[in-house]
């Protein structure tokens, strides 16, 4: 088992940025590959990004390529996702989530490949 706890969300003013970080205690942290997701009232989880065991590897939506960036600290338990320029379209609750070898045939960008899943930060970005 993994816990995971989101912080950092809030409201800020387009152009503004914010970090969030994602706290994990449990079974081994450097077993599982770390993602975003995020989800909008009315829409569906949808893929932020995405962070290897070791930190090498990071892939992004191309929604926010550019402007985020994930990373993780490994002695901390702990992984990042900086968001800059952020927009109002960037508005959600953003989720980390973390994956095991469980559903290894499915593509990091989707939630079924993720076993973990915190409770969710609130971002809001008001134009």
């Known amino acids: 088992q993994v816990q995971l706890v989101e912080s950092g969300g809030g409201l800020v003013q387009a152009g503004g940025s914010l970090r969030l970080s994602c706290a994990a205690s449990g079974q081994t942290f450097t077993s599982y590959t770390m993602g975003w997701f995020r989800q909008a009232p009315g829409k569906e989880r949808e893929f932020v990004a995405t962070?290897?065991?070791?930190?090498?590897?990071?892939y992004y939506a191309d929604s926010v390529k550019g402007r985020f960036t994930i990373s993780r600290d490994n002695a901390k338990n702990t992984v990042y996702l900086q968001m800059n320029s952020l927009k109002p379209e960037d508005t959600a609750v953003y989720y980390c989530?973390?994956?095991?070898?469980?559903?290894?045939?499915?593509?990091?960008?989707?939630?079924?490949?993720?076993?973990?899943w915190g409770q969710g930060t609130q971002v809001t970005v008001s134009s």
């Open positions: 989530a973390a994956a095991g070898q469980s559903h290894y045939l499915v593509p990091f960008t989707t939630p079924e490949r993720y076993d973990y």
């Open positions: 962070i290897s065991r070791s930190g090498v590897s990071t």
